[in-house]
C-alpha cells in the first residue's frame, strides 16, 4: 500500500545543478524539507548563490570537483546542465531525485500539488515489467492489477533502477519542434506509469527524474557535453539511451509517466539549434549503434562492467563518425573508476559551503495538503504563479448517517442475489 512507500530521507538525496539564486526551493518546501539537497554550481564561480535557510544542503563549486578528481577533472562538464553527475557521485544514499531550477510543482486534476519525491519512490521500490505490456500500466499502483491473460510466471516482474518523471506546460521539445510550435504547451495531465519495454529505447529528460544508484549506478552518467564539446543538449538524452541498454543486459527495469512537474521556462530556439544541429545527425546513428550493435559479455555482471564494456564499443564504433567519441569513451571509463573508488569510500568529496537543519518533513505524502484553484478556471499549471489561490482547508466535521439495513450481507446472500436475476449481466454471461 502507499503508506508503506512514503519517500525515506535516509534513503534519498536531490540533486539540482545551477547558476542562480535557490528561491526556486521554496516553492517545494512542503516536499522537500528535511530532505538532503546536494546543489552543484555552474557558471560564474565567483558568485555566492542565495539558498533559502530552511534547506538542508551541500554545494559544490568547480574548485571542489577539481580537488576531488585531480586533473581528470575534465569528466564532469562545465557550462552543462550535466555538471549534475558529480552529485550523483559524491552522494551516499540509495536514490537520487533530480530536478532543474525551472521547475515548480505541477497540479492533477484536483487541484492539489503533486509531490514527485513520493511518486518516484513508489515507482523505484515497486518492481517494473518489461517483458510483457500490462494494459492496465502499473500493475503494482493502488487500483491496478495484471490484467487477465498475463502470464503468472511474469508477475513478480524485475527490480525498477529508473523512474522517468515528465512536465506541464513548456514541452521538451528540439529546437526545430520549437520553431514550430511556439505557442504549444503541455496541458493535459495523464497519472499513469507505463514500463518501457525490453529492446526499446525512449527520450530522457533529466528534469524530473529519479534512479536507484546500487541497480543502475554509474549508466546514469550525463554524456559529456558543454565546454569545449562539439554538441550539447544531448548529455540527457545519452544517459537515457546507455542506461536502458545496460539495464535490458542486467534485467533492471525503467518506469516512465507519473510524476508530472511544471516546467516554466522555455529555452532560447536559436541557440538551441546552434547548440543541437550536430545532434540531429548524430542521433541517427548513435541511436542505432544502441539498438544493433551493442553486446555484453556473461562477466559484466554489474552497472560499472557493462559501462565499461559500452564504452570500449562506443570508441571502437563511433570515432570514426567524430573523435569526440573516443573521449566520451574515455570519460565513460574514468567516470566508472571514480564511481567504484567513491562507493569504496576512496573519495573524499569537500563542499564549498553547507547548512545542516534538524527540521522535519512537512508532507511526505502523494500530494499537497491543500487545494488550489484559478478566479478564471484556467489551467493550474499553465497559469502565472501569482493567478493560483490556495483553497483553505474545510473545518466542518464529516457527518456519518447510519442506516438500519434488512438483512445482513454476507457471500452466500451475494450469490443469492446474483442468481435471482435472470437477464445476462456482463458481455461475458452470454450463453
Not at 554550481?41 to 580537488?67: A, C, F, M, N, T
Not at 493535459?188 to 543502475?216: K, Y
Not at 539511451?241 to 535490458?248: H, P
Request: proline share 5%.
Amino acid at each position: 500500500g502507499k503508506r508503506s512507500l512514503l519517500p525515506d530521507p535516509n534513503e534519498i538525496d536531490i540533486v539540482t545543478p545551477s547558476i542562480r539564486n535557490l528561491d526556486f526551493l521554496n516553492e517545494w518546501r512542503e516536499f522537500f524539507q528535511g530532505f538532503h539537497i546536494i546543489i552543484i554550481q555552474d557558471g560564474d564561480q565567483g558568485v555566492s548563490l542565495d539558498i533559502p535557510d530552511w534547506v538542508d544542503y551541500e554545494l559544490h563549486k568547480r574548485v571542489d570537483i577539481k580537488r576531488a578528481l585531480g586533473k581528470n577533472h575534465w569528466i564532469i562538464s562545465q557550462k552543462d546542465a550535466s555538471i549534475r553527475n558529480y552529485g550523483f557521485l559524491l552522494s551516499k544514499k540509495r536514490y537520487i531525485f533530480t530536478i532543474d531550477d525551472d521547475c515548480r510543482p505541477a497540479y492533477d486534476n484536483r487541484g492539489h500539488k503533486i509531490n514527485p519525491l513520493a511518486f518516484h519512490y513508489r515507482n523505484l521500490k515497486t518492481p517494473s515489467t518489461p517483458y510483457m505490456l500490462n494494459t492496465l500500466y502499473d500493475p503494482y499502483e493502488d487500483g491496478s492489477d495484471f490484467v487477465r491473460g498475463y502470464p503468472y510466471s511474469l508477475r513478480s516482474g524485475v527490480p525498477t533502477g529508473v523512474s522517468h518523471g515528465i512536465w506541464m506546460n513548456q514541452p521538451d521539445y528540439d529546437a526545430p519542434t520549437q520553431l514550430l510550435k511556439v505557442r504549444e504547451r503541455v496541458s493535459r495531465i495523464h497519472e499513469m506509469v507505463l514500463t518501457v519495454p525490453a529492446g526499446i529505447f525512449f527520450p530522457l529528460c533529466s528534469m524530473n527524474l529519479a534512479f536507484d544508484r546500487a541497480l543502475i549506478g554509474p549508466a546514469m552518467m550525463q554524456g559529456l557535453m558543454g565546454e569545449g564539446m562539439p554538441w550539447a543538449r544531448y548529455d540527457d538524452m545519452f544517459s537515457g539511451w546507455a542506461s536502458k541498454s545496460v539495464a535490458d543486459h542486467l534485467g533492471i527495469g525503467i518506469k516512465s509517466g507519473m510524476p508530472y512537474i511544471r516546467h516554466d521556462k522555455a529555452s532560447n530556439p536559436f541557440v538551441n539549434l546552434k547548440k543541437e544541429y550536430k545532434g540531429l545527425w548524430w542521433q541517427e546513428i548513435v541511436l542505432r549503434f544502441f539498438m544493433t550493435e551493442v553486446t555484453y559479455s556473461a562477466q559484466a555482471d554489474t552497472p560499472s562492467k557493462a559501462y565499461k564494456e559500452l564504452a570500449g564499443q562506443i570508441r571502437a564504433t563511433l570515432t570514426s563518425t567524430h573523435q569526440y567519441f573516443d573521449k566520451l569513451a574515455t570519460s565513460m571509463e574514468l567516470w566508472t573508476d571514480f564511481w567504484d573508488r567513491a562507493e569504496n569510500g576512496d573519495l573524499k568529496f569537500l563542499p564549498s559551503r553547507q547548512n545542516k537543519t534538524a527540521l522535519d518533513p512537512i508532507n511526505q505524502g502523494y500530494y499537497s495538503k491543500d487545494t488550489y484553484f484559478t478566479e478564471s478556471g484556467k489551467n493550474l499549471n499553465l497559469v502565472r504563479h501569482n493567478d493560483i489561490t490556495r483553497k483553505e482547508r474545510s473545518s466542518a466535521k464529516l457527518k456519518v448517517f447510519v442506516y438500519e439495513l434488512e438483512h445482513e450481507f454476507t457471500l452466500e446472500k451475494y450469490i443469492e442475489d446474483i442468481n435471482s436475476h435472470s437477464q445476462p449481466r456482463s458481455n461475458c454471461d452470454w450463453t
